[in-house]
């Protein structure tokens, strides 16, 4: 197979320094943040040219390390989740420890935690702590249920927030279960809204810097996803009825036809037309009675006859024929991708959207660029995801400039 990939983007492929590189380049940000959520939120700043630090116990380190897809013993997920940040280790039970937090905390322009409420408070590292000790300081604080309810201690994963938000009901077939994303897709989105709100705060402090007194941000595991799906509660409160799961269609105000269909030779295809134009040309290139699906009501009347028609019709040809006579209908479709459909497609080339860079125990591997695009000064990738510690001397020496003694001992001690 063809190699597609780029180092576009002004992406950087080796382990190196990065200087200058992308909008956030000087901000400085700590993250006591594991897994998927708050790292997420800090690798969305240091793909920007952020200084991230990523605080990990040692020994163990951040969870994510041992998880997912493995090759020759090395786990692949985090050298995506760690790229482009600094690894620290800092065992936060000991005194020393939260000593030595407190001080990046007074470093850091901005603070990611994802620690449960009563662990927060009891380590410092709750608002008040934090806003004490850094009184511009932005703090992030994720958690399974806010930090100001009944819950603000339980546990939580992006399961469960999926599962809160509305967005599970709604997914699946109607006469299935509910049905989770593939991914970890609530912590995914918490973490882009993380991200969001840092800018938003950010933006305040320094067009503001007088007035500004730093900023707590707030967000349950639950919300960034119940905020996407915006008719859902004026629709309950409206008309008094929960949408229900719809499959492939919409669960309100469905398009006459979205849904997927496999071709002749076993792909599988997926077709959206939303608009009266869009069906009309699925009508035409099907053959059907122009007449008959003038209207809008003419189309949703009709959407179960669209809906056969059209599987028939894909089910007799091979996708690729599908796919050029959809094009030429201008019927909006699109083969249903898989990571190798993804690294095989001339658009992904073009926008170079995937990229090679250099890992000290992989060599070159591919990965996602620098997502969203900035022409005038793109953010790059400079390293993958880094050793556990690997940054110690850095970060604690240089940066925090604790000296030699000092490192040695809480080295010696198990701190760091």
Request: charged share 20%; proline share 5%; aromatic share 6%.
């Amino acid at each position: 197979m063809e190699d597609q990939t780029s180092t576009g983007q002004g992406q950087l492929t080796g382990q190196g320094q990065l200087t200058g590189q992308g909008q956030l380049t000087g901000l400085k940000v700590v993250e006591f943040a594991h897994v998927v959520a708050g790292p997420l939120a800090g690798g969305m700043l240091a793909d920007q040219g952020a200084d991230v630090v990523h605080v990990e116990p040692p020994g163990s380190g951040d969870a994510a390390r041992a998880m997912g897809p493995r090759r020759d013993g090395v786990p692949l997920w985090f050298k995506v989740a760690g790229r482009n940040k600094r690894s620290v280790t800092l065992d936060l039970h000991h005194e020393e420890g939260r000593e030595v937090a407190r001080e990046l905390i007074a470093w850091a322009d901005v603070v990611i935690v994802t620690l449960r409420a009563g662990r927060l408070r009891a380590w410092g590292l709750d608002w008040e702590a934090v806003h004490a000790l850094n009184p511009t300081a932005i703090l992030l604080q994720i958690s399974g249920f806010g930090a100001t309810s009944s819950r603000a201690d339980a546990p939580g994963f992006g399961k469960m927030g999926e599962a809160r938000s509305g967005v599970v009901h709604l997914t699946g077939f109607p006469e299935g279960p509910p049905v989770h994303t593939g991914f970890s897709h609530g912590d995914a989105v918490t973490g882009l809204m993380g991200a969001f709100a840092v800018l938003a705060a950010l933006h305040r402090r320094d067009t503001d810097p007088d007035s500004f007194d730093g900023e707590w941000i707030d967000l349950a595991l639950f919300e960034p996803l119940y905020r996407l799906v915006e008719w859902q509660i004026i629709a309950y409160d409206q008309l008094g009825t929960a949408p229900e799961r719809a499959g492939n269609q919409l669960a309100v105000a469905p398009a006459a036809v979205i849904n997927t269909y496999r071709s002749a030779d076993g792909d599988w295809l997926t077709v959206t037309s939303a608009t009266t134009r869009s069906v009309r040309n699925v009508v035409r290139l099907l053959g059907l009675p122009d007449e008959e699906f003038t209207t809008v009501e003419q189309q949703h009347a009709g959407r179960e006859r669209l809906d056969t028609a059209l599987r028939e019709w894909v089910a007799a040809r091979p996708a690729a024929e599908c796919l050029a006579a959809f094009e030429r209908a201008e019927v909006v479709a699109s083969r249903v991708f898989t990571a190798a459909d993804i690294v095989a497609d001339p658009v992904y080339a073009e926008r170079e959207d995937i990229i090679s860079v250099d890992d000290p125990d992989l060599g070159p591997v591919r990965m996602q660029a620098v997502i969203p695009r900035f022409h005038r000064s793109p953010g790059a990738v400079w390293r993958t995801g880094p050793a556990l510690g690997a940054d110690n001397a850095l970060v604690y020496g240089e940066w925090l400039g604790i000296d030699g003694g000092r490192l040695a001992k809480l080295e010696a001690e198990g701190v760091i």
